[in-house]
């Protein structure tokens, strides 16, 4: 009885994982990746791979194993166009910026748009309304959403959790027989007694490939002393393609013992976003580049990391030499190695001591208030303990606050922060109007980051520290006719299109109508268009007809374009 009930747990468990599918691919064109499951983007890892459509979209795109529709997707930003299809193996496999559905389904979608009026949808389809064959096909590849490019976004995730899985470990025909490159690293004191080639600053160094491994350029040994974190620059490539993707793991070794090690199988959604922990995010913001750290933050919770010892962290503090080894692979095994070199070496160097505002731990909630600012950081919103810094400066015409300068952006913050902003000199009418602004000091640029009045202050909430005061937006969004001259001429035969744009809240809301009936707009932000396309079945044709077009922004200034054209 207990070898069967064993017998039943690992069935479930060989179930769950997929194992027992054999996923075929979801394009039959080859595989050529773009990007790889965990590569490294702004604020949150790559929740898959990215299939090359040989730079054009309409490929057609088909169901890697049988089940069911479960989930559409349209939207301007993300996966734009996106199909969900679960698996009887608990996956659900996820196609996004897709050109169009098929046309069942793209009726289906469509039928829902007009009928909530809203081109951004997200629905729960019924088990049966879509059931699919391996292979059937459901969509053609595209180019919509926040794509750079034409290519077909491919996730397969875990159903239960909806945890992101890497497709790589599904065996897809892929071929990859390239090692990840390495091309800098960086050596950074992690207190304020630690230091590194004798500043206790983080130091970096270009890196050559010699003798089937990676060495520091001019092979230096390097002084370091007290607690010290190394980070890693380098990407993966596979074969018969140069994007940049994402490296599968990396093993940190220290005298030939293990010290610290990640590997990217999964992760959630809700763990994304410390990726900001996960690299070094001075650097990045400084000079736009990645280092991956192979030492943890206290308040980092991303559950890759496979060993830590002491968080990653070295104490040198023994005056003796050490060797130091990464080595960095992919997941088809390719592997590249790093070795150097250092001496821990004791000199004494300057303390900074940088005046600061008071010490945020990472584990509390923590308070920042004066009389015309108050910020509330909650608990888990640091990765580190912060000495925090605060100032301020007279703000610009433009504004109506004092500009509080909140530490530095090279800080990031997992959790949204609630910010309150005093006013001063906002009437009664421009209340409504009122909302933080990002301020960049060394353009006078500046741009919308939220809030709302209330009772003399601006509130909201905020993801980034930086300089932050009060502006007010009472100009309209802009609407510039693209396929429609002097209000009553067509001049494109299928379709009409806009250029609209906002130049400070952000456009809230757009509403086209057609004889008084709600029309369908597709809307792409990349290019600040939105497109109609005319439907006989909607639209009576062979007629004029009355157009009306609004658009709204997010502090309620709303501009209307209307016109009467034949079609």
Same mark, same amino acid.
């Given at each position: ?8 747990i ?16 979801p394009v ?9 499951f965990?590569?490294?983007?702004s ?10 459509t040989?730079?054009?979209t309409?490929?057609?795109v ?11 997707v349209? +939207? ?13 193996n608990?996956?659900t ?12 389904? $793209?009726?289906y979608i ?5 009928? $909530? ?15 699919? !064959? ?7 590849s ?6 750079g ?11 239960? *959790? ?8 599904y ?23 630690s230091?590194?080639?004798y500043?206790?600053?983080k130091?970096?160094?270009p890196?050559?490939f010699?003798?089937?491994k990676?060495h520091?350029?001019?092979?230096p040994t ?11 620059q ?17 093993e940190?070794?220290?005298?030939? /013992? ?11 959604f809700?763990?994304?976003?410390y ?7 001075? /650097?990045y ?5 990645r280092?991956q !750290?192979t030492? !943890? &933050? ?6 890759? %990391?496979s ?8 104490d040198f503090? &023994?005056n003796?030499?050490?060797?130091v080894?990464?080595i960095?692979?992919d997941? %088809?095994?390719?592997? +590249? ?10 000199? /004494? ?14 584990? !509390?909630?923590n ?10 950081i909650? $608990? ?12 301020? +400066? ?6 109506? +606050? ?11 913050l997992?959790?949204n ?5 005093? *006013?001063?000199?906002?009437t ?11 301020v960049d ?11 709302? %009045? ?11 520290f ?7 937006? *009472?100009?309209?969004?802009k609407?510039?006719?693209l ?11 299928n ?7 906002? &130049?400070?809240a952000?456009? /809230? ?6 004889d008084?009936?709600?029309a369908?707009? $597709? ?29 709204? &922004?997010?502090?309620?200034?709303t501009? *209307?374009?209307k ?5």
């Amino acid at each position: 009885m207990r070898i069967s009930f064993l017998l039943i747990i690992l069935f479930f468990s060989y179930t769950l994982n997929g194992q027992n599918t054999t996923y075929t691919p979801p394009v039959k064109i080859p595989m050529l990746l773009s990007g790889s499951f965990a590569e490294l983007r702004s604020n949150h890892f790559h929740s898959g791979i990215d299939i090359k459509t040989q730079g054009v979209t309409g490929l057609p795109v088909f169901s890697v194993a049988d089940g069911y529709i479960s989930r559409i997707v349209v +939207s301007p930003t993300g996966f734009g166009r996106a199909l969900y299809i679960d698996h009887p193996n608990g996956t659900t496999s996820v196609y996004g910026h897709l050109k169009s559905f098929r046309k069942d389904i $793209e009726d289906y979608i469509q039928k829902i748009q007009y009928a $909530e009026q809203s081109f951004r949808v997200d629905v729960s389809v019924p088990q049966n309304t879509f059931p699919l !064959k391996q292979g059937n096909e459901i969509a053609q590849s595209g180019n919509t959403g926040s794509s750079g490019g034409p290519h077909l976004h491919f996730e397969i995730r875990n159903t239960e *959790t909806e945890e992101p899985l890497n497709p790589l470990k599904y065996n897809f025909p892929i071929t990859d027989n390239t090692a990840p490159k390495i091309f800098s690293l960086l050596a950074a004191p992690l207190d304020e007694l630690s230091h590194v080639n004798y500043q206790n600053k983080k130091s970096t160094f270009p890196i050559v490939f010699y003798d089937g491994k990676y060495h520091l350029k001019g092979n230096p040994t390097i002084p370091v002393y007290g607690n010290v974190g190394f980070a890693v620059q380098a990407n993966d490539y596979f074969d018969n393609s140069w994007n940049k993707c994402g490296v599968y793991s990396v093993e940190l070794i220290v005298d030939d /013992e293990v010290w610290f090690a990640w590997q990217f199988d999964k992760f959630s959604f809700d763990e994304t976003r410390y990726i900001n922990s996960f690299i070094d995010y001075e /650097e990045y913001v400084n000079i736009r580049k990645r280092y991956q !750290k192979t030492w !943890k &933050d206290p308040g980092n919770r991303l559950p890759v %990391y496979s060993f830590e010892k002491n968080n990653g962290i070295f104490d040198f503090r &023994d005056n003796a030499g050490h060797s130091v080894k990464m080595i960095l692979k992919d997941i %088809y095994g390719n592997t +590249s190695v790093l070795e150097f070199k250092v001496n821990s070496i004791f000199r /004494e160097i300057p303390v900074s001591e940088k005046p600061f505002a008071k010490i945020f731990a990472y584990d !509390k909630k923590n308070v920042w208030e004066t009389q015309n600012l108050k910020i509330n950081i909650p $608990e888990g919103a640091l990765y580190t303990d912060l000495n925090f810094r605060y100032n301020t +400066s007279t703000a610009g015409a433009d504004f109506f +606050s004092e500009l509080h300068i909140l530490h530095k952006n090279t800080v990031p913050l997992q959790k949204n922060a609630e910010l309150n902003i005093k *006013t001063f000199g906002i009437t009664v009418p421009l209340e409504s109007k009122a909302l933080f602004v990002s301020v960049d000091t060394l353009t006078g640029k500046y741009y919308a980051a939220g809030g709302e %009045y209330k009772n003399g202050w601006v509130t909201g909430e905020i993801r980034n520290f930086g300089n932050y005061a009060v502006a007010v937006d *009472t100009v309209a969004p802009k609407i510039v006719p693209l396929s429609i001259k002097s209000k009553n001429a067509l001049t494109e035969e299928n379709r009409i299109r806009f250029k609209i744009s906002d &130049d400070l809240a952000g456009m /809230e809301k757009y509403e086209g109508f057609i004889d008084g009936k709600w029309a369908l707009f $597709e809307y792409d932000p990349r290019i600040d268009q939105i497109v109609h396309y005319f439907d006989a079945e909607r639209v009576e044709l062979g007629k004029r007809h009355d157009f009306l077009l609004k658009v709204t &922004d997010y502090k309620n200034n709303t501009a *209307t374009y209307k016109a009467t054209f034949w079609k």
